[in-house]
C-alpha cells in the first residue's frame, strides 16, 4: 500500500521558517519525483516545489524560487521542503505527492504526473 505522510506543518510569524516532511512507503522512492503542492482557502491548488530521481534535481514556482528549498533523503524514503521568509501569501495547506515510477524531471504544476497523494498539513502565517 502506498503511504505518503505529510507533516510540519503550523503556525508561525511572516518572516520566520518551517520545514516540511513527507515520509513515503509502498513504491520504489528513489526513482519516484516528489512534488508539493498547496491549496490556499478560495484558490486553486497549485504546485510549489518537485524533485525528480536519485539526483536530486529540482523545481520552483517562482514565488518561492530562493526561499523554499527541497531535498530528499532516499535512506529515510522522506522529502523535505525547508521554507523560509514566510509570507502571508504561503498560508495554505500543503501536500506532498508522488509519481511512483521513475521520473527523469519534474515540472512544476503539473498534478496529473502524480499518481499518490499524501493528506495534507497546514501552515498559517501570521503578520
Known amino acids: 500500500e502506498v503511504q505518503l505522510q505529510a507533516s510540519g506543518g503550523g503556525l508561525v510569524q511572516a518572516g520566520g521558517s518551517l520545514r516540511l516532511s513527507c515520509a513515503a512507503s509502498g513504491f520504489t522512492f528513489a526513482d519516484s519525483a516528489i512534488g508539493w503542492f498547496r491549496q490556499a482557502p478560495g484558490k486553486e491548488r497549485e504546485g510549489v516545489s518537485c524533485?525528480?530521481?536519485?539526483?536530486?534535481?529540482?523545481n520552483y514556482a517562482d514565488s518561492v524560487k530562493g526561499r523554499f528549498t527541497i531535498t530528499r533523503d532516499n535512506a529515510k524514503n522522506t522529502v523535505y521542503l525547508q521554507m523560509n521568509n514566510l509570507k502571508d501569501d504561503d498560508a495554505a495547506v500543503y501536500y506532498c505527492?508522488?509519481?511512483?515510477?521513475?521520473?527523469?524531471?519534474?515540472?512544476?504544476?503539473?498534478?496529473?504526473?502524480?499518481?499518490?497523494w499524501g493528506q495534507g498539513t497546514l501552515v498559517t502565517v501570521s503578520s
Open positions: 524533485i525528480y530521481n536519485s539526483d536530486g534535481g529540482t
Open positions: 505527492a508522488a509519481t511512483g515510477h521513475y521520473s527523469s524531471s519534474c515540472q512544476i504544476g503539473r498534478e496529473y504526473d502524480y499518481e499518490h
